[in-house]
């Protein structure tokens, strides 16, 4: 275990050299850069020094080593569009709320996936099950900024019942429809890994026997199903916190939500190089550790998956 664990950080260190210098070159590719005004110009003279005061006038091999460097030191610099803010004091300002309402939305599409897709697989081809898939099948195929404008239609234009848009933390009305569109996509996903993982373990003969025993429904699908059903699902469950827990981008814009999704957007087209950086960084960073773990937790489900030497 230990030796397969170092084995994956080594691997994800390397991962994450690659992907840097890949997000590095392409951010500087892009035409245009981060003090190119149009409607307020700056003089030639102007620019040249805040370009190098930035280093922006430093070869790019030099821009990204420096970066890499201060990064490690948990530095990050300053925002170009807030200079006067330290980029690690707008995360720590951005992050609790997306990772607060993504965290709320994923716990809400977890149960109520799970608990519809063994529902499902439980009754498979009976009025529920058609139900149940098409209610998932929506949350996978709708977009969610289509979802979201049309709870604000409903829910707040037509029956007043939540605000269209804001944030905060001791008004929980506030919450309850971003809340709802975080989790709708992962609950669609969720439900239908769910029921396919539990109709292919409900057919295995070991759960035949089991029924052949005489025992209790409930304990063959806690006991033996549900646990072997676990481990597909586990594979594109704890992924999502990361994209759940950084904030959804078109969500923080539909209900106004000042999290850290709104800010990855600006970095891009605004060429925040910093910023930019350091949020891709950290959700490379989230995804290495998220597939670690998600090894690590096979192995606790399934005792039969082994890791390192042991692993078939």
């Given at each position: 275990?230990?030796?397969?664990?170092?084995?994956?950080?080594?691997?994800?260190?390397?991962?994450?050299?690659?992907?840097?210098?890949?997000?590095?070159?392409?951010m500087?590719?892009?035409?245009?850069?981060?003090?190119?005004?149009?409607?307020?110009p700056?003089?030639?003279?102007?620019?040249?020094k805040?370009?190098?005061?930035y280093?922006?006038?430093?070869?790019?091999?030099?821009?990204?080593?420096?970066?890499?460097?201060?990064?490690?030191?948990?530095?990050?610099?300053?925002?170009?569009?807030?200079?006067?803010?330290?980029?690690?004091?707008?995360?720590?300002?951005?992050?609790?709320?997306?990772?607060?309402?993504?965290?709320?939305?994923?716990?809400?599409?977890?149960?109520?996936?799970?608990?519809?897709?063994?529902?499902?697989?439980?009754?498979?081809?009976?009025?529920?099950?058609?139900?149940?898939?098409?209610?998932?099948?929506?949350?996978?195929?709708?977009?969610?900024?289509?979802?979201?404008?049309?709870?604000?239609?409903?829910?707040?234009?037509k029956?007043?019942?939540?605000?269209?848009?804001?944030?905060?933390?001791?008004?929980?009305?506030?919450?309850?429809?971003?809340?709802?569109?975080?989790?709708?996509?992962?609950?669609?996903?969720?439900?239908?890994?769910?029921?396919?993982?539990?109709?292919?373990?409900?057919?295995e003969p070991?759960?035949?026997?089991?029924?052949?025993?005489g025992?209790?429904?409930?304990?063959?699908?806690?006991?033996?199903?549900?646990?072997?059903?676990?481990?597909p699902?586990?594979?594109?469950?704890?992924?999502?916190?990361?994209?759940?827990?950084?904030?959804?981008?078109?969500?923080?814009?539909?209900?106004?939500?000042?999290?850290?999704?709104?800010?990855?957007?600006?970095?891009?087209?605004?060429?925040?190089?910093?910023?930019?950086?350091?949020?891709m960084?950290?959700?490379?960073?989230?995804?290495?550790?998220?597939?670690?773990?998600?090894?690590?937790?096979?192995?606790?489900?399934?005792?039969r998956?082994?890791l390192?030497?042991?692993?078939?």
């Amino acid at each position: 275990m230990v030796v397969y664990i170092i084995k994956r950080i080594l691997s994800s260190l390397v991962s994450l050299i690659i992907v840097t210098i890949i997000i590095f070159s392409v951010m500087h590719s892009i035409p245009g850069g981060p003090f190119d005004e149009e409607k307020m110009p700056l003089s030639p003279a102007a620019k040249e020094k805040i370009l190098e005061m930035y280093g922006l006038n430093d070869p790019l091999y030099v821009q990204y080593f420096k970066f890499m460097w201060n990064a490690l030191h948990f530095n990050f610099g300053k925002s170009y569009q807030s200079p006067g803010e330290e980029i690690i004091d707008l995360v720590k300002r951005t992050l609790p709320i997306s990772a607060f309402m993504g965290g709320l939305g994923l716990a809400w599409a977890i149960t109520a996936g799970l608990l519809l897709g063994i529902v499902s697989a439980r009754k498979p081809n009976t009025f529920l099950d058609y139900l149940c898939t098409a209610f998932s099948s929506y949350s996978i195929s709708v977009p969610v900024y289509v979802s979201s404008i049309f709870m604000i239609f409903i829910f707040s234009l037509k029956f007043h019942w939540f605000p269209s848009g804001g944030f905060s933390f001791g008004e929980p009305r506030t919450w309850i429809m971003p809340i709802i569109a975080y989790g709708l996509f992962p609950f669609g996903i969720i439900a239908r890994y769910t029921r396919s993982s539990m109709l292919e373990v409900l057919n295995e003969p070991y759960i035949l026997t089991a029924k052949a025993k005489g025992l209790p429904d409930w304990y063959i699908l806690i006991r033996h199903a549900f646990k072997n059903a676990l481990i597909p699902v586990i594979t594109i469950l704890l992924p999502m916190f990361t994209g759940v827990m950084t904030g959804s981008i078109l969500i923080e814009k539909v209900f106004r939500i000042p999290g850290l999704g709104g800010y990855f957007v600006t970095s891009i087209y605004k060429r925040d190089y910093p910023l930019e950086m350091t949020l891709m960084l950290f959700i490379s960073v989230s995804l290495s550790l998220t597939y670690l773990v998600t090894d690590i937790v096979y192995t606790i489900v399934d005792p039969r998956v082994r890791l390192g030497k042991g692993k078939k």
